[in-house]
Nanobody, 112 residues
Framework: QVQLVESGGGLVQAGGSLRLSCAAS????????MGWFRRAPGKERKFVAA????????YYADSVKGRFTISKDAAKNTVYLQMNSLKPEDTAVYYC?????WGQGTQVTVSS
């Protein structure tokens, strides 16, 4: 069993920044990547960013490249998503993922 707990969401004005955190506990998945997905109102959940467990490789959706940065602290089993230059279209519930496990989600709202 794996538990994923997200934090760091909130309300921010366009152009602002937020940092999301996802703390993992339980089983360890040393061969799995950890990722962030988001679901905007009325839309399907979509990929945002991912990082390999080693932290060597990162992947981003085109819509967030250059604005979002994913990183991890292996000692804390925590993955971060630094979000800069936020836009209203970034408004969504953000979910942390590893393998088949999902966090409960954290709301990010960007006002124009």
């Amino acid at each position: 069993q794996v538990q994923l707990v997200e934090s760091g969401g909130g309300l921010v004005q366009a152009g602002g920044s937020l940092r999301l955190s996802c703390a993992a506990s339980g089983r360890t998945f040393s061969t799995y990547a950890m990722g962030w997905f988001r679901r905007a109102p009325g839309k399907e959940r979509k990929f945002v960013a991912a990082i390999t467990w080693s932290g060597t490789n990162t992947y981003y959706a085109d819509s967030v490249k250059g604005r979002f940065t994913i990183s991890k602290d292996a000692a804390k089993n925590t993955v971060y998503l630094q979000m800069n230059s936020l836009k209203p279209e970034d408004t969504a519930v953000y979910y942390c993922n590893i393998g088949t496990y999902w966090g409960q989600g954290t709301q990010v709202t960007v006002s124009s």
